[in-house]
């Protein structure tokens, strides 16, 4: 390996604790996951969960199940207000009225644990479920159970009491990409595949015929295959190109916004479990029907879109327009909204490591609209995986974020405190007085 890439090794394994060291783009190593023995200095290994020294758990995991074993080191006690790079659960969780730490894009699993009810205006009940809040991994050591109500993925067949952190992301790593442009391959037995030699989440490159990289976040790749669920729909789609900065989980209060790169597949991957929500061959007679996302859900209107607008008038116009309810005077070089983001279109690393550091909106026309345009990955604080409330007809009232403690109709029971670190810190002043759905955005009908 070159010094350069030592040295920039070291210093972000001093500033993340080693968050790159360990699976750095590919396989961790083994010991890191699994134990041998289940022992170790005369003590059982496996962190937490019901198990002894010299017994073992399945698949020699280091903890009760696949996801608990990534919790032993992405969930943490980070302190309130104090969200760490690769930490993706507050553990423990903390109790209804205590938002959670961590602010990564994809969000925090202990939202999941999380369940609010308050009273409206007209003394209605309010309610915001903990497990509509997020994807329901089974983490059976960090009290995370599985989806009661949705039993099988919306739109597919994956069972919910199967699903873990390893349903999306491949813990062996098996995908890589090769080239400057976001080309994914596969080793296969009887040929010759790059190896992995570097993280592809933050804009590293493949080096021609030398090394590969990891794919974003090490998510599944096509064909994808667990050893602790067998899938009755085989992953059919590559992983998503995107960009991270490295400082991606922080307060978005000093920053303005954490952005991601996104390039382009996210929802077509997101398909390989949610098979009939995104399904070009339905939305290509059924657009009305289905909102539509993936890589040919242009922002860019080649003829008469949804709203009613011509040919050549953009969504993308409006996007960079819309700076708030009833102001439409933004412009493209700084309207950006991390609460909204959308794909560039493109799988080339350059062009995502220059649009990472851009506070930029869409230019090219090529951009779409893709699941996480709407929704966080993994949990928020808001129902149906939010970014924001989208049963609320406003998501500020008087200036400020709505409070359940005043009975506020479009609070999502949420006390306000709770409520603005479920908008990631952002100011309500960063809106409108009185803001509508940041669907706006888009679709600028308020």
């Known amino acids: 390996m070159k010094f350069t890439k030592i040295a920039v090794a070291v210093a972000l394994a001093f500033a993340f604790g080693n968050a790159y060291a360990f699976h750095d783009g590919g396989v961790a190593y083994c010991d890191g996951c699994h134990t041998m023995h289940?022992?170790?200095?005369?003590?059982?290994?496996?962190?937490?969960?019901?198990?002894?020294?010299?017994?073992?758990?399945?698949?020699?995991?280091?903890?009760?199940?696949?996801?608990?074993?990534?919790?032993n080191?992405?969930?943490?006690?980070?302190?309130?207000?104090?969200?760490?790079?690769?930490?993706?659960m507050t553990y423990p969780a903390p109790a209804a009225g205590t938002a959670p730490t961590e602010r990564t894009p994809g969000g925090d699993f202990a939202w999941l644990t999380q369940t609010y009810t308050a009273k409206g205006s007209r003394g209605q009940t309010i309610s915001s479920i903990g497990e509509r809040h997020g994807h329901n991994?089974?983490?059976a050591d960090y009290g995370l159970v599985a989806d009661a109500t949705l039993t099988t993925a919306p739109g597919g067949q994956y069972s919910a009491s199967a699903l873990s952190c390893a349903s999306c992301h491949d813990p062996h790593a098996r995908a890589r990409v090769v080239d400057a442009n976001g080309t994914i391959a596969y080793p296969k037995l009887g040929s010759a595949t790059l190896p992995t030699d570097g993280s592809g989440s933050y804009g590293g490159q493949a080096s021609?015929?030398?090394?590969?990289?990891?794919?974003?976040?090490?998510?599944?790749?096509?064909?994808?295959?667990?050893?602790s669920y067998s899938n009755p729909l085989a992953f059919n789609a590559d992983p998503p190109v995107a960009v991270a900065p490295s400082t991606y989980n922080t307060s978005t209060a000093a920053t303005g916004g954490v952005r991601v790169a996104y390039g382009k597949g996210m929802s077509e991957w997101c398909s390989n479990c949610h098979r009939s929500i995104h399904n070009d061959n339905v939305n290509a007679s059924n657009t009305q029907l289905i909102h539509p996302a993936g890589n040919g859900a242009l922002l860019t209107a080649t003829a008469n879109d949804l709203q009613g607008n011509?040919?050549?008038t953009t969504i993308a116009a409006i996007y960079n327009a819309y700076k708030k309810s009833g102001d439409l005077t933004n412009t493209q070089a700084s309207s950006f909204n991390s609460t909204v983001p959308y794909e560039a279109g493109t799988g080339v690393v350059a062009t995502l490591v220059a649009l990472q550091a851009s506070a930029g909106g869409p230019s090219t026309g090529t951009e779409n609209v893709m699941c996480l345009s709407c929704h966080r990955a993994h949990a928020g604080g808001f129902p149906n995986m939010?970014?924001?409330?989208?049963?609320?007809?406003?998501?500020?009232?008087?200036?400020?974020?709505?409070?359940?403690?005043?009975?506020?109709?479009y609070s999502a029971g949420?006390?306000?405190t709770v409520y603005a670190a479920a908008m990631y810190d952002q100011s309500a002043t960063n809106y409108a007085y009185a803001q509508r759905s940041l669907c706006n955005k888009c679709h600028a009908k308020d």
């Open 386 to 409: 939010g970014r924001w409330y989208f049963q609320g007809g406003m998501i500020t009232e008087n200036g400020a974020w709505p409070d359940a403690a005043a009975s506020s109709d």
């Open 73 to 88: 080191c992405h969930g943490a006690a980070d302190a309130p207000g104090k969200p760490s790079s690769y930490h993706i």
């Open 414 to 416: 949420l006390p306000q």
């Open 208 to 227: 021609a015929g030398v090394y590969a990289v990891g794919v974003y976040r090490i998510l599944a790749g096509s064909n994808y295959s667990q050893m």
């Open 310 to 312: 011509a040919a050549g």
């Open 38 to 71: 289940n022992s170790s200095g005369n003590k059982a290994m496996a962190k937490k969960g019901a198990s002894t020294q010299f017994q073992g758990l399945a698949y020699l995991l280091q903890g009760s199940d696949d996801s608990s074993t990534c919790l």
């Open 137 to 139: 991994v089974v983490a």
